[in-house]
């Protein structure tokens, strides 16, 4: 690939937990607009990765870049931006917060980053819109189904714009209508909005679904 084409490089990533060695020189490069799923067993050192890609865990040795910016390499001020910016992030569990509505979870990533109210709250109704979640914007978590959580979590990773989808075991808690539905929904994002993503998974289907699949075993990639 060429520098304009990579949008994630990482290069012999290392990170050791105590005597635990979770990544062993990971290297990898994901392009604009690719959709990458990352499988292997429990313990093979996924999250781990991803976590560093995200910039939220300093690797041991190595380096990894976003859009050409290495992102360790910035103030811890700088990087919260970067972070901020740049990255949405996507876990097995929604984490909206309950006091909030859906409307109101997906602006904070916005106002934290500083941004007008209004042009937040444009966005965020377009994206709950773009979730099938109009309708719902005004409930709060508890009033929403699993499906809907995530989908407005999923917003909420998307209000910024973010040049990087990360999504860790996105459908791991959800049943097999919902689970059928954010994997839909991640392609549909890449089509519409030129996203790049990249997934951790266990479920093959998903997996299946995507442009590449990595495969991890023992802190490595191996496939």
Do not use: W
């Not at 109101?104 to 979640?133: F, K, S």
């Amino acid at each position: 690939m060429t520098e304009r084409e990579v949008m994630i490089r990482a290069e012999g990533l290392r990170k050791r937990y105590g005597a635990l060695e979770v990544l062993r020189g990971v290297s990898l490069e994901v392009a604009r607009g690719e959709v990458v799923s990352i499988v292997g067993a429990s313990g093979a050192g996924k999250t781990t990765l991803l976590q560093i890609i995200g910039s939220l865990t300093r690797p041991d040795g190595g380096r990894v870049t976003l859009g050409g910016v290495d992102p360790f390499a910035l103030s811890d001020r700088e990087l919260s931006r970067f972070r901020n910016r740049r990255v949405g992030f996507v876990f097995q569990f929604h984490h909206l917060l309950p006091e909030f509505t859906a409307f109101e979870n997906v602006c904070l990533p916005g106002l934290i980053g500083g941004r007008d109210r209004r042009e937040v709250g444009a966005r965020a109704a377009e994206l709950l819109d773009l979730m099938g979640l109009a309708a719902r914007r005004d409930h709060k978590p508890a009033a929403l189904s699993g499906g809907e959580q995530q989908r407005a979590a999923i917003a909420r990773a998307l209000i910024n714009s973010p040049s990087v989808l990360l999504a860790d075991e996105p459908s791991g808690n959800l049943d097999t209508h919902n689970r059928e539905e954010i994997h839909r929904l991640f392609f549909e994002l890449r089509e519409r909005l030129g996203q790049t993503v990249v997934i951790v998974t266990h479920d093959e289907s998903l997996a299946a679904r995507a442009d590449r699949t990595i495969t991890m075993s023992d802190g490595r990639i191996v496939g």
